[in-house]
T-cell receptor, first 117, second 112 residues
Framework: GAVVSQHPSRVICKSGTSVKIECRSL??????MFWYRQFPKQSLMLMAT?????????EQGVEKDKFLINHASLTLSTLTVTSAHPEDSSFYIC?????????????FGPGTRLTVT | SQELEQSPQSLIVQEGKNLTINCTSS?????LYWYKQKYGEGLIFLMM?????EEKSHEKITAKLDEKKQQSSLHITASQPSHAGIYLC????????????FGSGTRLQVQP
C-alpha cells in the first residue's frame, strides 16, 4: 500500500536553532500534504496544508514565519521549525492523499518527535 | 468549525470482552475515518465511512455511521491485547479541503 515516510524520526535541538522535518510520499504523488502536531495525551491538531508549487495554508493560531513549509515536488514537503523553543517540543505528523482523487484514504507518516532543550 | 467528541476517553477491558467507542460530530460528516495509534507512533488506518447507515468490518473490528451522518461507533469483538492503543476518529468536512479534524482519542487497555 501507499507509504508516507518522515525524517528524522526523532530530533533533539537546542533552543534558538532551526529544525527541518521531511515528509515524503514513497509510491504516489501528493499535490497536497498536511502537517499535524500532537502534544502528549492529546489528539492531532492540523497546523497547515502544504500545496505543491504554492504557498501553504496555515490554521488559525499557527505562525507561518515560525513553521516554514515548502512543498517543492509532488513527493516531498518539508516543515522547518525556526528558532525553536521548548514549547515547540511535540510530535509532528504529516499526511498525504493519493493524487488520484477517487482514492479516499489518507496516509500518515510515522511522525517526528522534536525535543527542544 | 467541526468538532468531534469521542467517548469514553479511556477504557480498560478484560481480554475476550467486547467494547464500543463512540464518535459524535457537531456537524454532518462528509467522511468519517477511524485510526489506531500506538503512543509516539504514526496512525494506522482502520476504516472510512461515508454513507449514512454504512457499516464496515475488518477482522474483529466493526464501524458504523448513523443515518444522519453525525455519529459513528467502533465495536471490537472478543478484544485481545493487540487491540490496545489509542483510537482516533477523524472527520472530513464537506469543504473539499481534505484535511481531517480529529477527536480527542480513546485510550484502550486490554488486560490478559
Amino acid at each position: 500500500g501507499a507509504v508516507v515516510s518522515q525524517h528524522p524520526s526523532r530530533v533533539i535541538c537546542k533552543s534558538g536553532t532551526s529544525v527541518k522535518i521531511e515528509c515524503r510520499s514513497l509510491d504516489f504523488q501528493a499535490t497536497t500534504m498536511f502537517w499535524y502536531r500532537q502534544f502528549p495525551k492529546q489528539s492531532l491538531m492540523l497546523m497547515a496544508t502544504s500545496n505543491e508549487g504554492s504557498k501553504a495554508t496555515y490554521e488559525q493560531g499557527v505562525e507561518k514565519d515560525k513553521f516554514l513549509i515548502n512543498h517543492a515536488s509532488l513527493t516531498l514537503s518539508t516543515l522547518t521549525v525556526t528558532s525553536a523553543h521548548p514549547e515547540d517540543s511535540s510530535f509532528y505528523i504529516c499526511s498525504a492523499r493519493d493524487y488520484n482523487f477517487h482514492n479516499y484514504e489518507q496516509y500518515f507518516g510515522p511522525g517526528t518527535r522534536l525535543t527542544v532543550t | 468549525s467541526q468538532e468531534l467528541e469521542q467517548s469514553p476517553q479511556s477504557l480498560i477491558v478484560q481480554e475476550g470482552k467486547n467494547l464500543t467507542i463512540n464518535c459524535t460530530s457537531s456537524k454532518t460528516l462528509y467522511g468519517l475515518y477511524w485510526y489506531k495509534q500506538k503512543y509516539g507512533e504514526g496512525l494506522i488506518f482502520l476504516m472510512m465511512l461515508q454513507k449514512g447507515g454504512e457499516e464496515k468490518s475488518h477482522e474483529k473490528i466493526t464501524a458504523k455511521l448513523d443515518e444522519k451522518k453525525q455519529q459513528s461507533s467502533l465495536h471490537i469483538t472478543a478484544s485481545q491485547p493487540s487491540h490496545a492503543g489509542i483510537y482516533l476518529c477523524g472527520a472530513e468536512p464537506d469543504t473539499g479541503r481534505r484535511a481531517l479534524t480529529f477527536g480527542s482519542g480513546t485510550r484502550l487497555q486490554v488486560q490478559p
